[in-house]
Every structure is written in C-alpha cells, then in structure tokens.
C-alpha cells in the first residue's frame, strides 16, 4: 500500500499558526503531497512522524555525506556539548580542522569559518572586490550560490525573460533586492566556452572573479566540458580575476580534494559547506594567501559569533577523519553505487516508457523527466534543461516514489552517502519499481 502522510498534514496545518507558510525554507513547500515531518534518521534510512521508512537519496539536501547520525559524530556532539556549546572564541579544535582541510584541498592556503554557505559567498565576493577593485562577478545561469541578494542574481532566468544566448538577463526571483544589486553581475551561460571568452572580453577590467558551481549540481548536475576549467582559470590569470569554486555541494563529495582535484584545477578562493559540517550548521572559505590578503590586513571585514562554534567543530573534524581514512577508495565506491541506481532507474524507465534519464557523475546525479517530444542526449546547459524538462511529471513519478519509501531532492537531484550500501540499492530499486508501475498508470499529462 502507498504511504499516507495523516500526522505530516496534521503537524503542517497546525504549523501554519506559528512559521510563516508553514516552513523554514522556501523550498520545502515543494514536498508533494505535504512537507514531511521526521522523528529519526539512521545511516541511509528516515523515518517520519507517520512511521513511514525512507531510503534517503535527499539526504538533507546533500549535506549528510556521511549518513544520518552517524554514531561517531554523536559521540563526538555529545563530548564537546559536555565541554561548552559556544565560546566565540579561539579553541584548538579550529586548528585542527583548518590544518585538515588545508592537507585535502591545495588551494586552501588559508581558512575562515562560518555558519552558512550564503555567508561564505558574501565573503568570496566582498574579498575579490577588494582584491581586484572591480565591481563585477560573473556567474553563469542556473548556478546557485545560497539565498542572498548577490547569491541569486541569474540562478532562475525566467524562460521568457532570459534574454538572448549571448547576453543572459540578470533576473532575481526575490522582490525586497536592490535593483542596483543586478547591475554588480554579468551572466554567463554554462559549459560553452567560446561564449564564456566573449562575455569576459566584453567586460574586461572591469570583472572581479568569476564564480561557479564545478558541476552544476543546482540544475541537472551538469559536469564542465572540457577545456572550461582550464579556460576560466586562463582568463582569470590573463585578467587578474579571481577564480572562486563554490564547493558547498560538491565539496568532499568528489574527494579529499573536492571537484577541483577530481576535474584537475586550481582556484583561488573555494567555499564549502554541507558536508564540511556533515548536517551541522558549519562552513568555510578556503583560498591562497594572496587572494585571502584582505582579511589578514583587516581591509574587508569577516566576522560573525558563530564562527568557529565548537559544536560544529568537533563534527567538522570527525566528518573530515571520515573522508581522509577513506583514502583512494572515495569516491569511487558511491560513484560505484550512484551509478547503479543510476543503470537501476534507466531500466526501470525503459520498461515503463517513462522519458527518465538519470544524469551525472553518479555519486550524485540528476533524474531528468523529459518532455513528450524533447531530444533525447544529455543536457548541456540551464537552458536547454528548462526547455526539455517535464516538471509536472516528475513531481507525480517522486510523489509515487516517495510513497514507497524512496526519497531524492524535491526537484530531481539524488545523492549518495558513505552509508548507503548495495542492499540499500538494491531494495531502493524494488521500491522504485512499484513506484514506476503507479506511475506509468496513473500520470495523465495537462489537457
Ligand atoms: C552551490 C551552493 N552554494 C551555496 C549554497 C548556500 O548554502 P547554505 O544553504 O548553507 O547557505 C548552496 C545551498 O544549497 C549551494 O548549493
């Protein structure tokens, strides 16, 4: 029998007398039929108030790399909450997560924590104007660099807004924005390289940094071709721009070494976040000593009372010890897994003849629903997903999978933990299976 979701509904209706819509995050109102209310967590499993069972490929929006609560990260929460929960100050645990993450990521000369990813952006972006004296920061379409104002300029151009292929609009999907915040940025699209020339070209002297999602995780985990981290990375030494890689999603995921030692670049400021805290509200910018310049000379101010929290120290350190003692196995084990739901879900499409294509490098990967008619091959850029892209019939396939227990990220995306096995596969696929055969039944495309 499909999951019912009586106490969820239950809960988010008394919610709504308490938090604005009912929610903490705009996008959890996307969970269909009703945002869902959970009790426990244990490795690849979650559970909800109704006492349903998950296998979790959403996995708190990909922070929890390593699982739900792993009993190493409790043990070590529960110790430091013995000793003090915040301190707003120096602690030796700081080092030692800074000294980790500068042996993982050659790049991170040196590091500032954080609470969020948002935070670290507004950072990065602060730093390379001060750096460069510019005003400018090119971004490309569809990237998502967390809810601030200068965070979302051009992430989701709307298709009848976005302007011609050469020049993308500088759209923001938040009214309350400075209108003067759009004219800081120049948008870019995605994976085409000889565009992306002409558009730096276009602006030179004027551009600060260019900032990117490596693989375009935030729509339709699209990987850079090739040749386009070698070409930003030319253009940003050509110009003196700095080359800012966002990591918070693909950060430890891709490696001790993040996306830029498994794509092969070097950039000078990163920021991470999600699993750097592994579901603790922890984050880092990492960079080259000249390009982190302004903050030892105190010229751009980085603060916040909740850096360096303990708490999300000691859950920082024993996260990174995970990733380290792995070694060369990760990530080629939930690359291995990743790809086999991956196979998993293609055949199960094929057998339905639902237009699925599972896309990505695997250990994390994106479920495209493809419009009747849409080209088939992989997906390049924002725009080329939006214009392909069935969205109304992927909610009703992950509504059918949710209600048999499988869960991924509300708009598609499917990561993998260290926790998940091939039992866990294997009976996501079973589960999936069910899924499909109501699918295929039930989906009725709008008149
Ligand atoms: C690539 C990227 N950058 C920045 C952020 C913002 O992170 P946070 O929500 O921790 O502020 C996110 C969040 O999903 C992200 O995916």
Redesign the pocket.
């Known amino acids: 029998m499909p999951y019912t979701f009586t106490r969820s509904s239950e809960l988010f209706q008394r919610a709504q007398r308490s938090i604005a819509a009912g929610v903490n995050s705009g996008i959890r109102k996307m969970e269909a039929p009703v945002p869902l209310y959970f009790t426990r967590g244990s490795g690849a499993n979650l559970w909800d108030v109704d006492g349903n069972h998950y296998l979790d490929f959403q996995l708190g929006?990909?922070a929890l790399l390593y699982g739900h609560a792993p009993a190493g990260m409790a043990d070590a929460l529960g110790a430091q909450a013995r000793l003090g929960t915040h301190w707003a100050a120096q602690s030796e645990l700081e080092l030692d997560v800074a000294e980790r993450i500068q042996r993982m990521i050659p790049s991170a000369e040196l590091i500032r924590f954080n609470n969020?990813?948002?935070?670290?952006?507004s950072a990065a972006f602060r730093l390379a104007r001060a750096h460069t004296g510019r005003r400018l920061i090119l971004r490309f379409e569809g990237?998502?660099?967390?809810?601030g104002d200068e965070?979302l300029v051009g992430f989701a151009n709307p298709a009848d807004k976005w302007g011609d292929d050469e020049n993308p609009a500088r759209t923001h999907p938040s009214k309350g924005v400075i209108p003067e915040v759009l004219d800081q940025f120049v948008v870019a699209r995605w994976n085409d390289v000889a565009h992306l020339r002409r558009r730096v070209d276009a602006y030179r002297g004027q551009i600060a940094a260019i900032v990117f999602?490596p693989v375009l995780?935030?729509t339709c985990c699209l990987e850079p071709v090739a040749g386009l981290m070698s070409t930003i990375r030319e253009l940003c030494d050509r110009d003196g721009m700095l080359m800012i890689s966002?990591?918070?999603?693909t950060g430890f995921r891709f490696g001790a070494a993040c996306a830029q030692g498994y794509y092969g670049y070097k950039p000078d400021l990163t920021?991470l976040?999600?699993a750097v805290g592994g579901g603790t509200?922890f984050?880092a910018l990492a960079g080259t000593r000249a390009a982190m310049a302004k903050i030892l000379s105190g010229e751009v101010v980085h603060a916040g009372t909740l850096n360096g929290n303990p708490l999300c120290l000691a859950a920082s350190k024993w996260c990174l010890d995970q990733v380290i003692a792995l070694g060369a196995d990760h990530p080629g084990r939930i690359q291995q897994l990743g790809r086999r739901l991956m196979a998993g879900l293609s055949a199960l499409a094929a057998e339905h003849r639902v237009p699925l294509r599972p896309q990505g490098p695997g250990l994390i990967f994106h479920a495209v629903m493809l419009k009747p008619g849409a080209a088939e091959g992989p997906i390049n850029d924002y725009r080329d997903y939006v214009r392909r892209q069935d969205a109304p019939r992927w909610a009703h396939l992950r509504r059918c999978l949710l209600e048999e227990g499988v869960r991924a990220i509300e708009r598609g995306l499917w990561s993998i933990s260290l926790a998940h096995t091939d039992a866990d596969i294997d009976e996501a696929l079973k589960r999936a299976a069910v899924a499909f055969r109501r699918h295929a039944a039930t989906w009725q495309a709008p008149a």
């Open positions: 929006q990909g969020s990813a948002t935070e670290v952006v990237h998502y660099h967390g809810w965070g999602e995780c935030n966002d990591e918070t999603i920021i976040g999600k509200p984050a």
